[in-house]
């Protein structure tokens, strides 16, 4: 099977310069969820139909797997599936079938599609439709004696059609060969002018073709996006699911309103997640993992028992070991924190390979760049790092080191002693507070 998307068309609405097919939704573009449904199906050849927003689509998007029709100018959706044509069926064998998506279309399901696939059975065109309460701008799908006829757009309705609550949601599987047929001869005699992919319906039933219906099993499965509130609407459907699906696996979510799962959030048993926390990329949490209230993890290993947050920040490249402590305000950035160690206020860590056992005061900072390049910094076992210290990269802090706090390090701490860098204290016998000097007087 074939898989043709269709993405050529504007998006006036969002206002915006990005195409619209490219912004994102849960951290992918809208495009981008649809290829991966195309993907998880198994499709045969993945065509996509741009056109607005030219190259800059495809340059984001290309992949060895994706096939790409330009068609310019847009001239209606059934225009939009003929530029596929030379692409999809000249590598189909026969008795192959294409199933067309919308690339502004994100959300659809997998077992939905199974289901139209096989209602299509390789000989039939199946329409994905759904009976809505307000059908307003949408094809209707026109029946006598419980089979489908036609569908007409609502712009070439009247009364009587616009009446029909049974919407064509536009997504459908015909036989390839009986749309490379069907597509060169359609016209454009229409109130909008456009050659409508939704007239193969009529050329199938001319044909004796059977035309068959399938339903998506939620109203949001085939919702597009044509504006920046219909994202936000979208979005929240999407973090839902992600975050049934969490809780369906065992992981106790304190808000499932309040979490944002931007990639893949893999969890182990009995992992608890507080409030307003962001996932990004692909997180790992181990066993009894917890992370507090308001962090943000990005491409991030958490082992288990750890406890991150409240208000942490891991950032790519952190692994953290088990029973790890990160504390509020503590940015983890491309280091390994090895087993028992603890870093629990107001800490940079970037660039850094910690062992075990270490405890990183508070207001600690690994200056890992000097403007130029970045480096290492080294804390072996068992350390000790006094507050407010600064570790001047490259730098190493040997096995069982303690830094006094306030420490500059900027030369190798060695092992098993105390390093300190700071001016010794003083008391000034005698010191007087500065008092206040009398106003000048105003000689006027
Ligand atoms: C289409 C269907 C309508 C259905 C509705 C569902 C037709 C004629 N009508 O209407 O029955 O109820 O979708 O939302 O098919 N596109 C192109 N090139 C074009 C035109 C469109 O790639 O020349 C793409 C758009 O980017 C979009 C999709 O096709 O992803 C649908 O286009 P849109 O203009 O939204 O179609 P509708 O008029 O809403
Ligand atoms: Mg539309």
Redesign the pocket.
């Known amino acids: 099977m074939n898989v043709v998307i ?4 504007q998006g006036k609405r969002m206002h915006s310069d990005l195409p619209k097919v490219l912004h994102p939704l849960a951290g992918k573009a809208l495009l981008g969820h649809v290829i991966d449904t195309a993907r998880e199906l198994g499709a045969g050849k993945i065509c996509v ?1 741009y ?1 607005h927003g030219g190259e800059r689509v495809r340059a984001a998007l290309d992949a060895p797997d994706l096939a790409w029709a330009r ?1 310019e100018p ?7 599936v003929l530029q596929a044509m030379p692409v999809t069926a000249a590598s189909a064998p026969t008795g192959s079938s294409t199933l067309v998506l ?3 279309v994100p959300l659809t399901r997998v077992d939905t599609l199974k289901r139209l696939i096989a209602a299509a059975g390789g000989d039939k065109l199946a329409l994905l439709t759904a009976h809505v309460d307000n059908p307003q ?3 209707r799908i026109v029946r006598s004696e419980g089979l489908v006829t036609r ?1 007409v ?1 609502e712009k070439d309705a009247d009364d009587a059609e616009k009446a029909i609550r049974e ?4 997504i459908l599987v015909a036989p390839t060969a009986a749309l490379a047929r069907w597509l060169p001869g359609l016209g454009n005699r229409n109130a909008q002018g ?1 050659y ?3 007239d193969i319906v009529a050329l199938a039933v001319a044909e004796g073709m059977p035309v068959v219906t399938a339903h998506p099993a939620a109203a949001w499965e085939t919702e ?1 996006v044509n504006s920046k509130l219909q994202l936000a609407a979208l979005e929240r459907v999407h973090q839902r699911n992600v975050a049934e699906a969490l809780m369906e696996a065992g992981v106790t979510l304190a808000d499932p309103a309040r979490i944002d799962v931007r990639g893949e959030l893999v969890c182990g048993r009995d992992v608890t997640i507080d409030v307003n926390c962001v996932f990004e990329g692909r997180v790992v949490l181990g066993d009894g993992v917890r992370i507090k209230a308001n962090c943000v993890l990005e491409d991030a290993v958490v082992g288990a028992g750890s406890i991150v947050g409240p208000f942490a920040r891991l950032r790519p490249g952190t692994e953290l070991g088990s029973d790890v402590h990160i504390g509020n305000f503590v940015e983890v950035k491309n280091s390994s924190i090895a087993d028992h160690s603890k870093a629990n206020h107001l800490a940079y860590l970037g660039d850094a390979t910690i062992g075990s056992r270490v405890n990183v005061g508070a207001g600690t900072i690994t200056c890992n760049y000097d403007g130029a390049n970045k480096f290492r910094t080294v804390i072996e076992d068992d350390v000790f790092i006094g507050s407010d210290t600064q570790l001047v990269a490259p730098v190493t802090v040997g096995r069982g080191a303690t830094l006094g706090a306030g420490t500059t390090l900027t030369r190798d701490a060695p092992p098993d002693q105390l390093t300190v860098s700071r001016a010794k204290q003083v008391a000034v016998p005698g010191w007087k507070r500065p008092a206040k000097l009398p106003k000048p007087q105003n000689k006027d």
Not at 167 to 170: E, H, K, P, V, W
């Open positions: 269709l993405a050529a068309g139909v056109g068609q847009q001239l209606g959706t059934g225009h939009a919308y690339g502004d701008g949408y094809g569908i757009e919407i064509n949601t536009g456009e409508y992919l939704t597009g």
